[in-house]
């Protein structure tokens, strides 16, 4: 899931700086300028559904694990219940 959410932003950022920086403009290397912009398009939308989808995960996994997976996103720690192992 986050691997998707941090292409999708790395992809909107480059296609945005593609479209204001003029590259492609004189070029046919990407097609034409209306790609990128319709590309863009795409992966703005994209987020629409990607960031609700990861917040709804992270709620659900919380539940299911009995942790606070949010609270161990903003500081960065994670509790972890010891499991007995059987590797004696």
Same mark, same amino acid.
């Given at each position: 899931?986050?691997?998707? $959410?941090?292409?999708? =932003?790395?992809? /909107?950022? /480059?296609?945005?700086? /593609?479209?204001?920086?003029?590259?492609?403009?004189?070029? #046919?290397?990407?097609?034409? #300028?209306? &790609?990128?912009?319709?590309?863009?398009?795409?992966?703005?939308?994209?987020?629409? /559904?990607?960031?609700? $989808?990861?917040?709804?995960?992270?709620?659900?996994?919380?539940?299911?694990?009995?942790?606070? &997976?949010?609270?161990?996103? =903003?500081?960065?720690?994670? =509790?972890?219940?010891?499991?007995?192992?059987?590797? #004696?």
């Amino acid at each position: 899931m986050i691997l998707s $959410l941090w292409a999708v =932003i790395i992809g /909107l950022g /480059l296609t945005g700086y /593609l479209m204001e920086s003029d590259i492609f403009s004189n070029t #046919e290397l990407l097609g034409n #300028e209306d &790609l990128l912009e319709e590309v863009h398009e795409l992966l703005a939308n994209s987020l629409y /559904l990607l960031v609700p $989808l990861h917040i709804i995960s992270a709620i659900l996994v919380s539940y299911w694990e009995r942790q606070n &997976l949010i609270k161990s996103m =903003i500081t960065g720690k994670k =509790i972890v219940a010891d499991k007995p192992s059987n590797l #004696e």
